[in-house]
């Protein structure tokens, strides 16, 4: 079991206690005993990656975060309030989540649409993240393919959460998809969002070496029933560029995670 380092004295922005996910009734359980807790970093926030095999979970922890799936037993904080509707985060899926009829402005705009926002507010407001994320000149396409391309669909994916709010973004494999040069585009574009906003980003992925290239911590689920049992921080300087790759620091840490995601596979 990992030996959380909960400080008392720092805010929790997310506390997951006593968490169990069971289909029939407590016969069989698919998560038990999970614990998982983000302290809250001031100024700086903080890049935590979820790793493990197929089915451990790894996507059901961040729909708890979400307010998409409640679990069958424990608790949800989200800073120190039980998730429900008015208390969630957003979250970037793998599969491309626009409205295909709207166009990539309205997309953007949408959590402030529903928040009551007036359209001049909302559509301002919206174009300041379209620019961030690279966006702007494709605001009035439909978010859509061929319109945009895959990247650029997650590009939208990301402003819409990002305008939804920026102090916490979930992300479950979402450039997995992605050709290896957009995939590269898109992780420092999240690291520089990360570093601007001082985001906490929770991350699923299954790609190693873009969980160490990305992370500042790295948690590594078993299943069976599922919880966390790896905590591996990243010790590699904060600003990141594809420099970093060819660090033998980098090269070390991708094999000191791919030997534990082995062993943890093999409990």
Not at 57 to 83: D, H, M
Not at 103 to 118: F, H, I, M, P, T
Not at 191 to 215: G, P, Q
Not at 241 to 250: E, G, I, L, S
């Amino acid at each position: 079991m990992i030996t959380w380092n909960d400080n008392p004295d720092q805010k929790n922005i997310i506390d997951m206690s006593g968490i169990g996910q069971s289909y029939d009734g407590g016969e069989n359980w698919i998560i038990k005993d999970l614990r998982f807790i983000i302290e809250d970093k001031p100024d700086q926030g903080q890049f935590a990656v979820i790793l493990g095999m197929s089915g451990c979970g790894k996507s059901t922890v961040l729909r708890y975060i979400a307010g998409l799936q409640k679990p069958t037993q424990g608790k949800v904080l989200l800073n120190g309030k039980e998730v429900d509707e008015s208390q969630r985060a957003s979250m970037v899926f793998q599969q491309y989540s626009s409205l295909p009829w709207m166009s990539v402005l309205d997309n953007v705009a949408l959590a402030l649409r529903y928040q009551g926002a007036s359209r001049s507010e909302r559509e301002a407001k919206a174009m300041e993240m379209i620019k961030l994320v690279g966006l702007e000149g494709h605001e009035k396409k439909y978010a859509q393919y061929p319109s945009l391309s895959g990247g650029q669909l997650q590009r939208v994916a990301i402003a819409r959460s990002l305008l939804a709010n920026p102090d916490i973004l979930l992300m479950d494999e979402p450039f997995g998809a992605l050709d290896i040069k957009t995939k590269l585009q898109m992780q420092d574009l999240l690291t520089s969002i990360w570093h601007k906003f001082h985001s906490t980003i929770i991350f699923v992925t299954h790609d190693i070496s873009e969980a160490v290239y990305l992370a500042d911590d790295i948690y590594i689920m078993k299943a069976a029933p599922s919880h966390f049992v790896e905590h591996i921080p990243i010790d590699l300087p904060i600003n990141r560029t594809r420099a970093t790759k060819r660090d033998p620091r980098y090269t070390a840490l991708v094999h000191e995670v791919e030997d534990k995601m082995i062993a943890v596979s093999e409990m």
